[in-house]
């Protein structure tokens, strides 16, 4: 069992930035493929940004690409998600999880892709 603990959400005005955070269990975080989904409100979850265990490869969905990095510190167990020039379209809850084995970086993940979630960080952009 991985427990993950997102942070770093807020209200953001429009054109600004965060950088949320995911705190995950288990010495073996290195291994796992991550990544970063969204949940506008009234949408379904949407694939935002992965990353490879070793932090070698990123991949990214069009909505953010250009405007937000993924990133991973496996020193912390933590896995990062930068976002510059936010839109207020990007209000959402922002979710880290862990991908299933077998699954790679480099392909549009779905939810049945993620094995362990988190609760959610909140990120509201205003115009």
């Known amino acids: 069992q991985v427990q993950l603990v997102e942070s770093g959400g807020g209200l953001v005005q429009a054109g600004g930035s965060l950088r949320l955070s995911c705190a995950a269990s288990?010495?073996?975080?290195?291994?796992?493929?991550m990544g970063w989904f969204r949940q506008a409100p009234g949408k379904e979850r949407e694939f935002v940004a992965a990353?490879?265990?070793?932090?070698?490869?990123?991949y990214y969905s069009h909505s953010l690409k250009g405007r937000a990095t993924i990133s991973r510190d496996n020193a912390k167990n933590t896995v990062y998600l930068q976002m510059n020039s936010l839109e207020p379209e990007d209000t959402a809850v922002y979710y880290c999880?862990?991908?299933?084995?077998?699954?790679?970086?480099?392909?549009?993940?779905?939810?049945?892709?993620?094995?362990?979630w988190g609760k959610g960080t909140l990120v509201t952009v205003s115009s």
């Open positions: 288990g010495r073996i975080f290195r291994t796992y493929n």
């Open positions: 990353i490879a265990g070793s932090g070698g490869m990123t």
């Open positions: 999880a862990v991908a299933r084995f077998g699954v790679t970086v480099g392909i549009h993940w779905s939810e049945g892709d993620m094995v362990y």
